[in-house]
């Protein structure tokens, strides 16, 4: 059993945004802890329909009134600004406020956190290791990014003292977690809007690493850039994975309709064969780190290999979502440039006859542009490409990039691009273009994957 989370005398919290999936995680693992708990956000949803059958008071929207002098400590996502109306009425009343990744790293002081990182796949490695975790009797608290595929959950609340959760770089946010297992899976070039240079970003997961604890595990990719700098002076034990030249690799590998079997060796011993249910290269080496990280954790392999033999994934990862005249839709979060041709180069093993039709929503002016060029050469594998407008997330309009500058771009990397100005636009091009056996697979991190949901209805 775990420790009640101590909060250095606070009772009563409330959460701006509480309607978050990481966020009302932490709601309900306080008000399991006896902890008095509100919480507010500017939509009701499923997610605090679910608070509010707890007991938990729950206030839409978002508003000045919602905070009174009892409250002991506020806590907010790193969206909400300082000219939020809650946010400026906790600040006028004295109660402490304490962003969302902070808050977390003082829960997380009573648990074994299983911590994921790194520039791509963060979310599916998660809820494998999370599928590992629960398949091994560990009764965890899970927090992931996405929803997973096996009862569709995106939290979980366990009694042990297991946490496995995903480990966002941005902002830093994961530099205040102290993790007992840390995963880095791979590093790339993103969120160079913060960062500003791939050596800040390097430094920033040296510096996650380090904060690993001593008697812990760092799971790294062998090979990685920065791969020296990260590991280096590390008081925790360092455990590779990788295609070779690692601790755990792949032997005997073979793929079916791009879902790959193999053998994970542990150095020359034979440790299991995993037949993974997901698809591609990519996840191959998620499931390595996964099983890295198990062994970490005390995990036999065989338990191992069974629970991601049967591993359902996440949602918009590779998720089949349906048929339009005879065409397959696929949705996939990719939206960085090595994301967007992995994700391809799974998709050539099961187009069948037909062509690969990628639907790309760029997400963020600034991704966009710092990795222009990449974006550029990333649709090599798809036979047709169609753009939608950038999806501006937290930025403001920039008109010095866009869809049309871009599509230019891929038609001069010898790609097949249009680029089309709304939703409706696209759906009904989509619907003149799709045929028998094409694979069309809706992409980005936004809400590209309106559009298939559209077709398959």
């Given at each position: 059993?775990?420790?009640?989370v101590c909060?250095?005398?606070?009772?009563i919290?409330h959460?701006?945004?509480?309607g978050g999936i990481?966020?009302?995680?932490?709601?309900?693992?306080?008000?399991?802890?006896?902890?008095?708990v509100s919480?507010?956000?500017d939509v009701?949803?499923?997610?605090?329909?679910?608070?509010?059958?707890?007991?938990?008071k729950?206030s839409?929207?978002?508003?000045?009134?919602?905070?009174s002098s009892?409250?002991?400590?506020?806590?907010?996502t790193?969206?909400?600004?300082?000219?939020?109306?809650?946010?400026?009425?906790?600040?006028?009343?004295g109660?402490?406020?304490?962003?969302r990744?902070a808050?977390?790293?003082?829960i997380?002081?009573?648990y074994?956190?299983?911590?994921?990182?790194?520039?791509h796949?963060?979310?599916?490695?998660?809820?494998?290791?999370?599928?590992?975790?629960?398949?091994a009797?560990?009764?965890?608290?899970?927090s992931?990014?996405?929803?997973?595929?096996r009862?569709g959950?995106?939290?979980r609340?366990?009694?042990?003292?297991?946490?496995?959760?995903e480990?966002?770089?941005?902002?830093?946010?994961?530099h205040?977690?102290?993790?007992?297992t840390?995963?880095?899976?791979n590093?790339?070039?993103d969120?160079l809007d913060?960062?500003?240079?791939?050596?800040?970003l390097?430094?920033?997961?040296?510096?996650?690493?380090?904060n690993?604890?001593?008697s812990?595990?760092?799971?790294?990719?062998?090979g990685l850039?920065?791969?020296e700098?990260?590991?280096?002076?590390?008081?925790?034990?360092v455990?590779?994975?990788?295609?070779?030249?690692?601790?755990?690799?792949?032997?005997?590998?073979?793929?079916?309709a791009e879902?790959?079997?193999?053998?994970?060796?542990?150095?020359?011993?034979?440790?299991?064969?995993?037949?993974?249910?997901?698809p591609?290269?990519?996840?191959?080496?998620?499931?390595l780190?996964?099983?890295?990280?198990?062994?970490?954790?005390?995990?036999?392999?065989?338990?191992?290999?069974?629970?991601?033999?049967?591993a359902?994934?996440?949602?918009?990862?590779?998720?089949f979502?349906g048929?339009?005249?005879?065409?397959?839709?696929?949705?996939?979060?990719?939206?960085?440039?090595?994301?967007?041709?992995?994700c391809?180069?799974a998709?050539?093993?099961?187009?069948?006859t037909?062509?690969?039709?990628?639907?790309?929503?760029p997400?963020?002016?600034?991704?966009?542009k710092?990795?222009?060029?990449?974006?550029?050469?990333?649709?090599?594998?798809?036979?047709?490409?169609?753009?939608?407008?950038?999806?501006a997330?937290?930025?403001?309009?920039?008109?010095k990039?866009?869809?049309d500058?871009?599509?230019?771009?891929?038609?001069?990397?010898?790609?097949?691009v249009?680029s089309?100005?709304?939703?409706?636009?696209a759906?009904?091009?989509?619907?003149?273009?799709?045929?028998?056996?094409?694979?069309l697979i809706?992409?980005?991190?936004?809400?590209?994957?309106?559009?298939?949901?559209?077709?398959?209805?």
């Open positions: 059993m775990r420790e009640k909060l250095n005398g606070a009772k919290v959460f701006i945004g509480i990481s966020m009302s995680g932490l709601a309900e693992i306080l008000h399991r802890d006896g902890f008095v919480g507010s956000d009701a949803s499923e997610i605090t329909k679910r608070l509010e059958s707890l007991g938990i729950i839409v929207p978002n508003a000045a009134e919602n905070i009892s409250i002991d400590l506020a806590v907010y790193a969206a909400v600004k300082p000219e939020n109306a809650e946010f400026r009425a906790a600040k006028e009343l109660i402490p406020l304490m962003e990744a808050f977390i790293g003082k997380l002081h009573g074994d956190p299983v911590c994921v990182a790194g520039s796949g963060k979310t599916t490695t998660t809820s494998m290791v999370a599928e590992v975790a629960l398949a009797g560990l009764d965890p608290t899970i992931i990014g996405g929803h997973m595929n009862g959950m995106n939290y609340v366990g009694n042990s003292t297991c946490f496995v959760l480990a966002c770089e941005y902002s830093n946010s994961f205040h977690w102290h993790p007992q840390g995963i880095i899976l590093i790339d070039a969120h913060f960062f500003g240079s791939f050596e800040n390097i430094e920033s997961f040296a510096k996650f690493a380090r690993i604890r001593p812990g595990a760092l799971v790294i990719q062998a850039r920065g791969f700098k990260i590991i280096e002076g590390l008081e925790c034990k455990i590779t994975f990788g295609l070779e030249n690692s601790r755990f690799w792949p032997r005997n590998i073979s793929y079916n879902k790959p079997s193999f053998d994970v060796m542990d150095g020359k011993n034979f440790l299991a064969r995993v037949n993974l249910p997901l591609g290269e990519y996840n191959m080496l998620n499931a780190a996964c099983f890295a990280a198990a062994s970490a954790m005390g995990i036999p392999p065989k338990v191992t290999a069974d629970a991601l033999s049967g359902q994934g996440t949602k918009r990862r590779f998720e979502k048929i339009y005249n005879g065409a397959k839709i696929i949705d996939d979060y990719a939206h960085h440039p090595t994301e967007v041709k992995s391809l180069a998709a050539r093993r099961l187009r069948g037909g062509k690969i039709i990628c639907l790309f929503q997400h963020t002016y600034t991704r966009t710092n990795l222009f060029h990449e974006f550029a050469e990333s649709f090599s594998y798809a036979d047709k490409i169609i753009l939608l407008p950038i999806y997330a937290r930025e403001p309009f920039d008109p990039i866009s869809s500058i871009l599509a230019e771009a891929i038609k001069k990397s010898g790609g097949d249009i089309l100005d709304n939703f409706d636009k759906g009904n091009y989509l619907k003149q273009l799709l045929r028998p056996d094409d694979l809706t992409m980005g991190a936004g809400d590209v994957y309106k559009i298939g949901d559209d077709l398959v209805k």
